[in-house]
């Protein structure tokens, strides 16, 4: 909910609360002021009535509706105010409320109790009347500020609300500087100032920080492949002793998964500073085949067969370098670690490791079609908790020559392009499954 439909929520609830509250307090004072008002003509009448009684005899006092009524008394009476109810017979005994006063008054040496009434249910009507159109016309006066209100917020809230679309659409890996709108209120025109200065900084962090990696990454790459190649020469000499060579053999793949390594590192930098922006069309059905044809040789080397179901003509946008990245390290990883398959020569049945699947034949699966990317490959279980599997730096540990950043990488281009990627592990095939989602969501 935006901040101008927040406002306009508290403005109209609390002009509901004031209106309500209004409502029954405006009521109530209305109708004790009538009443108050009602009190005083039935004060004068009694005071009329008791001239009346020191001017001339008692029996003319009387008028044709008994009002006021005139009773002898002995003893005095304090003045009593009360509300009752009587029938009227002109309107069919339809009982009318009536405000009454008794009080005793003295003339001529003699007591009487008078008592005049009043009706009042015609004040009333107007009490509930003028109440009505108050609170009406107060909720249209309340209606037309908030209204009023909500625009003046608007126009107010409008160089923020263009700071932020401005904000959006602002990249620190290209060299176009943001120009953020100006503004004649302070806080908004601080705001301005302080997103470019904060853009500027980030701009130049992110420069360091891209150069350090590609200088880091040119320059570990060549003490690197020196080592390498003296190794490899070390390798071939004819003075070597066995021991002499295991060890340089070791060396070598040290070498080798140092160099994997720090071309991982450096493409998970990459990709988290969003450096890959040249983003195309690719046909994801002639890149997988691609990439499963290069990677052939190596499951026929494992024994494992490859069951292609790759629909032609799936199109993604997506960098050509990362999406090369993404399906290389999912054959790689379908590669390294599934079961070999090799055959029993007494029982011809079909072993992955200690998992016997008997006559079946248990390969990989790559399939490819308009919704999703699946990859899947026979293995046993995994050796940790499925939800480190794409945490950097997580490896089988039987597996020493795995870099531990291959899934990692591909849960970070999937992250990049608003990709799904999940796993499952079929315990009753003993089979792992990768699958990509290819709708792309937004963030």
């Known amino acids: 909910m935006s901040l101008l439909s927040q406002t306009a929520r508290y403005l109209l609830l609390t002009a509901l609360a004031i ?128 209204t009023v209100g909500l625009g003046l917020a608007r126009q107010l809230w409008r160089p923020f609300y263009a700071t932020i679309d401005q904000l959006g659409s602002v990249r620190i890996d290209t060299g176009t500087e943001p120009i953020f709108p100006e503004s004649r209120i302070r806080e908004f025109g601080l705001l301005s100032r302080s997103l470019g200065e904060l853009t500027q900084k980030l701009r130049r962090q992110f420069s360091l920080q891209k150069q350090f990696t590609e200088n880091a990454s040119h320059e570990l ?30 060396a070598t793949d040290a070498l080798s998964r140092l160099s994997q390594l720090n071309r991982s590192l450096l493409l998970l930098t990459q ?49 050509r370098q990362l999406a090369g990245a993404l399906l290389t390290n999912l054959l790689k990883n379908a590669v390294r670690h599934g079961v070999a398959r090799h055959r029993n020569a007494l029982h011809g049945s079909v072993q992955h490791g200690s998992v016997q699947h008997g006559q079946g034949t248990a390969c990989v699966r790559i399939e490819l079609t308009t919704d999703s990317l699946a990859i899947r490959n026979p293995g046993a279980p995994l050796p940790f908790a499925t939800n480190q599997l794409f945490n950097r730096f997580v490896k089988d540990p039987a597996r020493s020559d795995s870099t531990g950043l291959g899934l990692a990488l591909v849960k970070q281009i999937c992250d990049r392009y608003g990709l799904s990627l999940t796993y499952s592990y079929d315990t009753d095939k003993s089979v792992h499954e990768f699958r990509v989602r290819l709708v792309q969501q937004k963030a």
């Open 271 to 319: 990709v988290e500073n969003n450096q890959f922006t040249n983003d195309e069309v690719l046909n994801l059905s002639e890149l997988l085949n691609q990439y499963t044809d290069e990677y052939e040789p190596f499951f026929q080397h494992k024994n494992m067969p490859v069951e292609r179901a790759i629909s032609p003509n799936i199109q993604l946008s997506m960098n």
């Open 19 to 146: 209106a309500l509250v209004g409502a029954v307090g405006f009521y109530t004072l209305i109708h004790r002021k009538i009443r108050h008002e009602v009190d005083e003509i039935l004060t004068s009448q009694v005071k009329q009535t008791g001239v009346k009684l020191r001017q001339q005899p008692f029996v003319k006092i009387y008028d044709w509706d008994n009002n006021p009524r005139i009773d002898r008394v002995t003893t005095t009476v304090q003045p009593t105010f009360a509300d009752i109810t009587i029938l009227d017979s002109l309107d069919g005994n339809k009982p009318i409320p009536i405000r009454q006063l008794q009080e005793t008054v003295s003339a001529n040496g003699q007591l009487y109790l008078v008592t005049v009434q009043q009706p009042y249910y015609e004040f009333n009507e107007l009490a509930r009347e003028m109440s009505a159109g108050v609170i009406i016309g107060f909720l249209i006066l309340m209606g037309l500020s908030v």
């Open 221 to 250: 790459q060549t003490p690197l492949a020196v080592a390498s190649v003296e190794l490899d020469f070390l390798l071939q000499s004819e003075h070597l002793t066995e021991s002499d060579y295991a060890h340089l053999q070791r």
